[in-house]
């Protein structure tokens, strides 16, 4: 009785004087993650976990004798939110590195908050240029818009298409998308007679289609953020579009890998240039495709799937070079001029930008094995964000 009451005093002694969960926290490293779980982006918010999770499983919790732990949190995709979370993340629990950042208006809205608290901000979704300049803490996994753009305006003009009308997503992403593919565009000889913008939240793409019916260029291009490409395809398609001799082309954005299967034969030719395929035929991205659909009733990773894995990666790796030592600043320097294969081919991580170097293929749609996937045919390699060039 009298043994029993000691060994409580003694852990209730140990308890108030914070010793023994001090210590547990000093063993802990945390990654916050903010990504859309709800709403428009949803798709990015599920695929960016379950990748995270799964590198998780493929690698352990244990680095540099720490051990990771994941707090994923849900911003609905508004910047609002994204903000508030990051902030608490930071404030009360105390997190290491945030990361995610579905959409460019959230990775835009938490910048500061990185800056002012040293923590490193893995950005593995938005895809804005200037989004790695609005804090010196920010590194990029997943790509830019320009990055992604230029392959298509050399590609359309060599293949026929001259007139081309551009379609975006009225924000950040969009307007990079419509302002470099047209550059190049007209560098290459090429027209652009219209520049149409959609609202980026419930956006109702007849009446800019109607409006390309008339124009009748020889092609579209269209960027829309991951999750609304296959509204467009369908209105595409249910407008004739096609039959009418348009071309449907873009960033890969259009005919994600996580709704493709979906979008029905009708999208079999569509020719869009991105930094990653589902179908991307090196043997670590076979495994990756089928240990994430292993670990998610048969889904496909997507481009956003392998920014969140590459993510990770880069975490990971800058604790196990940093040694958990030197805070926020010992990390992002460990995350700088990190070089390494990923599912999607060799990326680097641009020391003086932060941003991500990798390749950019063009792929068309084909029915292969009777599923519909973006196949390679050519390669641009180790592209720099062609924003930062200016
Ligand atoms: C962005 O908001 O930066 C963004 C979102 C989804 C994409 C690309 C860019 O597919």
Same mark, same amino acid.
């Given at each position: 009785m009298?043994?029993?009451?000691?060994?409580?005093?003694?852990l209730?002694?140990? #308890?108030?004087?914070?010793?023994?969960?001090?210590?547990?926290?000093?063993?802990v490293f945390?990654?916050?993650l903010i990504?859309?779980?709800?709403?428009?982006?949803a798709?990015t918010g599920r695929?960016i976990?379950?990748?995270?999770?799964l @590198?998780?499983?493929?690698?352990?919790?244990?680095?540099?004798?720490?051990?990771?732990?994941?707090i994923?949190?849900?911003?609905?995709?508004?910047?609002?939110?994204?903000?508030?979370?990051?902030?608490?993340l #930071? #404030?009360?629990?105390k997190v290491n590195v945030l990361?995610?950042f579905?959409i460019?208006?959230s990775?835009?809205?938490?910048?500061?908050i990185?800056?002012?608290?040293?923590?490193?901000?893995?950005v593995?979704?938005?895809?804005?240029?200037?989004?790695?300049?609005?804090?010196?803490?920010?590194?990029r996994?997943?790509f830019?818009?320009p990055?992604?753009? #230029?392959?298509?305006?050399d @590609?359309?003009?060599?293949?026929?298409l001259?007139?081309?009308v551009?379609?975006?997503s009225?924000?950040?992403?969009?307007?990079?998308a419509e /302002?470099f593919?047209?550059?190049r565009?007209?560098?290459?000889?090429?027209?652009?007679?219209?520049?149409? /913008?959609v609202?980026?939240r419930?956006?109702?793409f007849?009446p800019?289609?109607?409006?390309?019916?008339d124009?009748?260029?020889d092609a579209?291009?269209?960027f829309v953020?991951?999750?609304?490409?296959?509204?467009?395809?369908k209105?595409?398609l249910?407008r004739?579009? +096609?039959?009418?001799?348009?071309?449907?082309?873009?960033?890969?954005?259009?005919?994600? +890998?996580?709704?493709?299967?979906?979008?029905?034969?009708?999208a079999?030719?569509v020719?869009?240039?991105?930094?990653y395929s589902t179908?991307?035929?090196s043997?670590?991205n076979?495994?990756?495709?089928? +240990?994430f659909?292993?670990?998610n009733?048969?889904?496909r990773?997507?481009?956003?799937?392998v920014?969140?894995?590459?993510?990770?990666?880069?975490?990971?790796d800058?604790l196990?070079?940093s040694?958990g030592?030197g805070?926020?600043d010992?990390?992002l320097a460990a995350?700088?001029?990190?070089?390494?294969e990923?599912?999607?081919g060799?990326i680097f991580?641009?020391a003086?930008?932060?941003?991500?170097?990798q390749?950019?293929?063009l792929?068309?749609?084909?029915?292969?094995e009777?599923?519909?996937w973006?196949?390679?045919?050519d390669v641009?390699?180790?592209?720099?964000d062609?924003?930062?060039?200016?």
């Open positions: 009298k043994r029993r009451s000691f060994t409580t005093l003694a209730a002694a140990t #308890v108030a004087l914070g010793a023994q969960p001090a210590l547990a926290q000093d063993n945390k990654i916050g990504l859309p779980m709800t709403g428009q982006q798709t695929q976990e379950a990748a995270a999770r @590198w998780m499983a493929q690698n352990g919790d244990t680095v540099a004798g720490k051990k990771v732990q994941l994923v949190k849900d911003d609905t995709s508004l910047p609002d939110v994204t903000r508030r979370l990051a902030q608490e #930071v #404030v009360n629990d990361a995610g579905g460019t208006p990775a835009m809205a938490v910048a500061p990185a800056t002012q608290s040293k923590t490193p901000m893995v593995m979704a938005a895809a804005t240029s200037s989004i790695t300049e609005a804090s010196p803490y920010i590194v996994t997943s830019t818009l990055q992604a753009s #230029v392959a298509l305006g @590609w359309a003009p060599k293949n026929g001259k007139r081309v551009t379609l975006v009225d924000y950040g992403p969009g307007i990079d /302002r593919f047209r550059e565009l007209l560098l290459n000889g090429g027209q652009v007679p219209e520049s149409l /913008r609202p980026l419930n956006p109702d007849a800019f289609l109607q409006k390309v019916r124009i009748k260029p579209l291009f269209v953020p991951s999750g609304a490409g296959a509204a467009v395809m209105q595409f249910e004739g579009m +096609d039959k009418a001799g348009i071309k449907l082309i873009g960033t890969g954005d259009v005919t994600d +890998d996580d709704q493709l299967n979906d979008m029905g034969d009708g079999i030719g020719v869009t240039s991105h930094h179908y991307h035929p043997a670590m076979k495994k990756f495709v089928a +240990d659909g292993k670990a009733k048969g889904m990773p997507n481009f956003m799937a920014g969140g894995y590459d993510g990770m990666r880069v975490i990971y800058a196990k070079a040694k030592q805070g926020g010992g990390l995350m700088k001029g990190q070089i390494f990923s599912p999607r060799k991580i641009d003086q930008t932060r941003d991500i170097v390749n950019i293929y792929r068309r749609v084909e029915r292969k009777g599923q519909l973006n196949v390679e045919f641009i390699k180790d592209v720099k062609p924003g930062k060039a200016r």
